[in-house]
């Protein structure tokens, strides 16, 4: 049922500015991240298959293919330190408005052979091009802004949140398609969508969106929840054992 | 091994986390301090956010605090009247730190105060403890009963004097009420207890007897940190239980025996030690502000749509 709903969604998503004739039929592994106690990251599986009608014209290269995951949206604050006196200083600040806090772009091959830069920009593919430039109250870009956001996205890569996996697409029949991809620990709780789009010979074919979450689950949810919704039971609880584990232990130590 | 805070939302190594107990708890069962100026360091090194981080600290600081206050308790060692008075100014001077701590957020330069103000209140106290102990050390070791008689303490002649019999002391509350209040309103805009400068000025201005101090500093942290549990519970969320339990458990075990190693210290080699952490820590921080950073770039995340 799922699939047949997602196949419907696929057909409408790729019928306008797509005049040829393959669609996209695409699924993730899972709906839903669970995080239990001992959750270190997970592992994602995205997968489907270019569909041909009788409409299709017969292809000379093969179908590339691009997997865009995006976390949960939000504002991020990228602040420069400068040397002021003696000191180093949080002087400078750029602010990213809606900037997903995870981005992995999965692919066949190098993005760069798949679709020209301009047209990666266009439909923004690539881990560059879904962080754009922000302007200030009046829409200004100023010079150094480049340097905020190239820094941000340095950071991002850094810890593991933004990433590019050139060989992580694999072509199971030529129409047939599985990426995967390994979902860090810190990856942010929330909703995910994935965007799965077919290329050939650098132009777009067909696109499909899909949508995944990441949740606490078990004791870790049961915390959370109690922490928000009772936090003054939480807080006598965390109170209650602070004194047992230090009672406890001079118990223990006690050598009188 | 791994587990995932359900607060801080990060997987963290269990074993890391211990140890990083067990040292801070170590060092706050010697020398009666919380030590939460080394353990909020190190948890944000980590990438625990640093509110979870100051939230956090709080009860597990009164456990381990709880363990130092009873093993002192049992060697009667805490000073249960003057604990009183000072968690009394201390509470009003905590008022008065968020109120400050509030208006300085507002301004937007809390930042700049906290890595100033931290760095030179380190450095002062821990260089002032520093020449003093290293002179008494040497001069006990020249002529062991000359050095520390002939000092006066503080508040000798003011009215409302009070007797603390434990501390062998006769002392009027104003200075020691004033003390408190500073101290207080100190930690609450650093976001520490306050125990590094309590420590030091109550063997310094006010001669009370090296464990004495440690006993009482601890009783007066107990009673601070479970109050800012509930408050941090009830008003910002962000007290990990997790995190919590783990840190308890390693800074109970360091505490037992920072403070049988404390007890067997004699009192200069405890100021000389004391000092050269508090120095130590000073000149870290003090190193982040002026060396040039490794990236000057830092991203935080201000809000997201779940």
């Keep these: 049922m799922r699939r047949f709903v997602l196949a419907v969604v696929a057909c409408i998503a790729g019928l306008p500015g797509f005049a040829r004739a393959e669609t996209l039929v695409a699924s993730v592994s899972r709906s839903r991240i669970d ?16 569909e041909r009608d009788a409409a299709s014209i017969a292809r000379a290269t093969a179908y590339d293919l691009v997997v865009t995951i ?23 600040a750029r602010k990213y408005i809606a900037t997903p806090s995870y981005i992995a772009v999965l692919s066949n091959r190098p993005l760069a052979e798949i679709v020209s830069p301009e047209f990666a920009t266009k439909l923004r593919i690539g881990v560059d091009n879904l962080v754009t430039a922000q302007g200030d109250k009046r829409w200004r870009i100023d010079e150094e802004e480049p340097q905020f956001r190239s820094a941000l996205l340095q950071i991002r890569r850094a810890q593991g949140l933004f990433s590019e996996h050139p060989a992580s697409v694999e072509w199971l029949t030529p129409t047939l398609f599985r990426a995967s991809v390994h979902m860090p620990g810190i990856a942010p709780l929330g909703a995910y969508d994935v965007e799965a789009a077919v290329f050939s010979d650098g132009s777009q074919l067909a696109r499909t969106t899909l949508s995944f979450t990441v949740v606490k689950s078990g004791s870790e949810a049961s915390v959370a929840q109690a922490a928000r919704e009772h936090p003054l039971l939480y807080g006598l609880a965390a109170v209650g054992l602070a004194l047992l584990v230090g009672w406890l232990a001079s118990v223990i130590f006690r050598r009188d | 091994m791994q587990i995932y805070l359900p607060i801080a939302e990060m997987p963290v190594d269990v074993f890391v986390v211990l ?75 905590t008022q008065f730190g968020v109120m400050f701590f509030n208006a300085m957020n507002r301004i937007g330069q809390l930042e700049t105060i906290i890595a100033v103000s931290y760095v030179a209140l380190l450095g002062t106290i821990g260089l002032l403890m520093l020449i003093e102990s290293l002179r008494s050390t040497l001069a006990t070791r020249r002529a062991p009963s000359a050095a520390s008689k002939a000092r006066s303490r ?3 002649n003011l009215p409302l004097q009070m007797r603390f019999a434990r501390s062998g002391l006769t002392v009027s509350v104003i200075p020691l009420g004033l003390l408190a ?17 309590m420590v030091p000025a109550l063997i310094y201005l006010f001669r009370v007897p090296t464990l004495v101090v440690v006993g009482t500093s601890s009783l007066q942290i107990l009673a601070t940190m479970v109050a800012a549990t509930i408050l941090h519970a009830a008003t910002d969320r962000s007290v990990d239980l997790f995190l919590a339990a783990l840190l308890m458990v390693g800074s109970v075990f360091g505490a037992q025996f920072g403070a049988r190693a404390g007890a067997h210290l004699r009192g200069e080699y405890f100021r000389l030690l004391l ?32």
């Design chain 1, 35 to 50: 995080i239990t106690s001992n959750f270190t990251g997970a592992d994602l599986a995205v997968f489907g298959s270019v």
């Design chain 1, 70 to 92: 995006r976390g949960p949206r939000g504002l991020v604050t990228v602040r420069e330190k400068k040397h002021i006196g003696p000191f180093w200083l949080n002087a400078d």
């Design chain 2, 19 to 93: 140890g990083i107990g067990a040292v801070v708890g170590f060092i706050s069962g010697m020398f009666g301090i919380g030590g939460g100026f080394l353990l909020t360091p190190a948890l944000i090194f980590m990438g625990v956010p640093p509110a979870v981080v100051v939230a956090t600290q709080a009860p597990q600081i009164a456990a381990s605090s709880l363990t130092s206050t009873l093993a002192a308790l049992r060697k009667n060692a805490v000073d249960v009247k003057l604990g009183v008075v000072l968690l009394l100014g201390g509470l009003i001077g």
């Design chain 2, 154 to 156: 503080w508040g000798g």
């Design chain 2, 181 to 197: 209040l500073a101290v207080g309103f100190i930690g609450a805009v650093l976001g520490i207890g306050g125990g590094f400068i």
């Design chain 2, 275 to 306: 000092a050269l952490l508090i120095f130590g820590v000073a000149l870290r921080f003090g190193h982040d502000l002026v060396a040039k950073p490794d990236n000057p770039y830092s991203a935080s995340v201000t809000e997201t749509a779940r």
